[in-house]
């Protein structure tokens, strides 16, 4: 246990002030953060009245001296740091000593507190901000804060509450926050004396499994990566359980929950065309960095900080997320009580896709750039088992035996993913073999059209497209890729024009073109398949570098596991 001491008056107005206290989850955040610092193994949170009657936080610390229970009451006073430099290395979760006066400055608020080698306890009674009293108190060793009547003197502050279920899920979330920063400890939090949730100590590997809906850290997706000056660890979510919201994403820096849109963007981005548009995916990032290289005290409530090399950041991260992505069997399973999210996409016709949101920190070309260099690793292991076909579904599914049971593919997403990759291989390795047409064909544009394939003449070279302006409304189109089937020309052209012009995935023009191309040429549903053809289909499939997904996040392939089969007919 350190002494509470006031801070100098030089040293605490450095560090920016703020409001700690703007609603009872607030509260609970700015006690549950002191009695982790006060190293407890233990933290019971109770909460009445969503917060505005009760809220209630008990460890088993190391708590306060009783001469000093009455100093930690006053303004900047703090066990926690003395002198300014040692901003650069706190890594207590306070340092300002302004929770508890702010706290008691607008509810009632009684501390009972026991050093291990006190014989008993003291209970402070605080009113209005000034300690009324501090007397013997039986107690076991910690510290239990209660908060009483929270803004009864600033009626003002109730109005900006919002309604109690959403203050309560508040709560909930800062109580996760603390969980998931502290596997160590363990953590109970209950409402209005209902049934508590509760956190059993864990490694934080399985904590943070639990925090996304996983039983263990066996059913998410482990990632780590070097950082300069430091550590990322984090833990993702099967793609197949994406969510509507970013909710279920939490980041932390140096075991604070920070608000840092740039990390968010950088998992996101290793996500990419994994998941379906408009759909989030869930995860926990922690990053263990060299104090001195964030600046914590960028907010007032520290939810935000800022790095020295954000840009950086952003490659590493997104970079470690995709390999772990791409290094993990991502195949969906039919199993009894999972359901796989729907894409939005499931029922009806495929919505034009948008585009992916790239990091402005992350240009295009830098991406390939990196993926040329192999940052993004090219997989010499087929990542499919060996796949039989055994027939064709609806026109649509082939229909497949593998070693543990029954796949079902896709024959449209599945040779979408195929041809797509064999573009961008084809690509990078210098230009798209392409077919020159018997006959040059004319096809209709529009002027803007006529200046946009003027404008990507090399890029549409590079796939295999030779067209070039052909008087004020015409186009001459020379060749085409040579994965374009006969026929149907104009429409391909059309559709590359279209994706140039901005339309579809991607934010490179190259990657939008060649998904373009890739989604025209492709096997259609309905297509009849010979069996050879399902046969080459799906060897193509599985030495794909992304074989469970088509750019557009929905799934190639699914499957249903012999245990499963042995379920639904009763043979087990
Ligand atoms: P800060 O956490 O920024 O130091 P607070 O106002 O939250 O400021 O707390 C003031 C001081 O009171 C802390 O520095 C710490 O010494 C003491 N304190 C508060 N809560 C606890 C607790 N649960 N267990 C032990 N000490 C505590
Ligand atoms: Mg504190």
């Known amino acids: 246990m350190t002494r509470i001491r006031i801070l100098e008056r030089s040293v605490a107005v450095r560090i920016a002030a703020g409001e700690v206290v703007e609603r009872p989850a607030s509260v609970v955040k700015e006690l549950v953060e002191n009695a982790l610092d006060a190293g407890a193994r233990t933290v019971t949170v109770d909460v009445e009245g969503a917060g505005l009657r009760l809220i209630r936080v008990s460890d088993d610390g190391g708590g306060i001296a009783a001469e000093d229970v009455a100093l930690a009451f006053q303004r900047f006073a703090t066990s926690k740091i003395t002198r300014l430099e040692d901003l650069d290395s706190v890594r207590s979760y306070g340092f300002r000593g302004e929770a508890l006066p702010s706290i008691a400055a607008v509810a009632h608020v009684t501390l009972t507190t026991r050093v291990p080698d006190a014989p008993v306890a003291v209970r402070a009674v605080v009113v209005g901000g000034s300690v009324q009293s501090v007397e013997p108190h039986g107690a076991p060793p910690g510290t239990t804060v209660e908060v009483r009547h929270l803004f009864h003197t600033t009626p003002a502050r109730l109005k900006f509450?919002?309604?109690?279920?959403?203050?309560?899920?508040?709560?909930?979330?800062?109580?996760?926050?603390?969980?998931?920063?502290?596997?160590?400890?363990?953590?109970?939090?209950?409402?209005?004396?209902?049934?508590?949730?509760?956190?059993?100590?864990?490694?934080?590997?399985?904590?943070?499994?639990?925090?996304?809906?996983?039983?263990?850290?066996?059913?998410?997706?482990?990632?780590?990566?070097?950082?300069?000056?430091?550590?990322?660890?984090?833990?993702?979510?099967?793609?197949?359980?994406?969510?509507?919201?970013?909710?279920?994403?939490?980041?932390?820096?140096?075991?604070?929950?920070?608000?840092?849109?740039?990390?968010?963007?950088?998992?996101?981005?290793?996500?990419?065309?994994?998941?379906?548009?408009?759909?989030?995916?869930?995860?926990?990032?922690f990053l263990d960095v060299d104090p001195a290289l964030v600046d914590v005290n960028v907010h007032p409530r520290k939810l935000e900080v800022r790095f020295r090399d954000d840009g950086r950041l952003f490659g590493v991260v997104a970079g470690a997320v995709r390999r772990a992505l791409l290094t993990s069997p991502l195949i969906r399973q039919i199993t009894p009580g999972v359901v796989p999210a729907a894409p939005a996409s499931a029922a009806g016709p495929l919505p034009e896709p948008a585009p992916v949101e790239l990091s402005p920190g992350l240009p295009a070309l830098e991406l390939a750039a990196r993926e040329a260099a192999g940052a993004y690793p090219r997989l010499a292991e087929p990542r499919l088992p060996t796949l039989r076909p055994v027939g064709q579904v609806l026109g649509t599914y082939i229909v497949a035996e593998g070693p543990d049971g029954l796949y079902l593919v896709d024959q449209h997403a599945a040779h979408e993913r195929v041809l797509f990759e064999r573009l961008r291989a084809a690509r990078v390795r210098g230009g798209v073999a392409s077919q020159v047409l018997a006959m040059p064909l004319p096809v209709d544009v529009t002027p803007g059209e006529l200046s946009l394939i003027a404008g990507y003449r090399d890029q549409l070279a590079q796939l295999g497209y030779d067209v070039e302006p052909f008087g004020t409304g015409t186009a001459l189109l020379r060749a085409v890729p040579a994965v374009a089937p006969d026929g149907r020309c104009d429409d391909l052209l059309r559709r590359a024009i279209a994706a140039l012009a901005g339309e579809g995935t991607g934010e490179d023009p190259l990657d939008r073109l060649a998904i373009a191309t890739a989604c025209h040429v492709a096997i259609r549903a309905g297509d009849r398949l010979t069996h050879e053809a399902m046969a080459t289909l799906l060897a193509d499939l599985a030495a794909a570098e992304d074989p469970y997904t088509c750019f557009h996040g929905r799934p190639t392939i699914v499957a249903v596991p012999r245990a499963q089969l042995e379920r639904w007919f009763l043979r087990t």
């Open 161 to 285: 509450l919002k309604s109690p279920a959403r203050e309560q899920a508040l709560i909930a979330e800062a109580v996760l926050n603390a969980a998931l920063a502290a596997p160590h400890v363990a953590f109970r939090l209950a409402f209005d004396g209902r049934t508590p949730a509760v956190w059993p100590r864990t490694s934080l590997a399985d904590r943070a499994a639990g925090a996304l809906g996983a039983r263990d850290a066996a059913e998410v997706i482990e990632v780590q990566a070097a950082l300069p000056g430091g550590l990322a660890r984090g833990w993702l979510q099967h793609p197949q359980y994406h969510r509507p919201s970013r909710t279920a994403q939490h980041v932390f820096v140096n075991g604070r929950p920070v608000h840092h849109a740039t990390l968010r963007r950088a998992v996101e981005q290793g996500f990419a065309q994994l998941l379906p548009v408009g759909r989030f995916p869930a995860f926990v990032l």
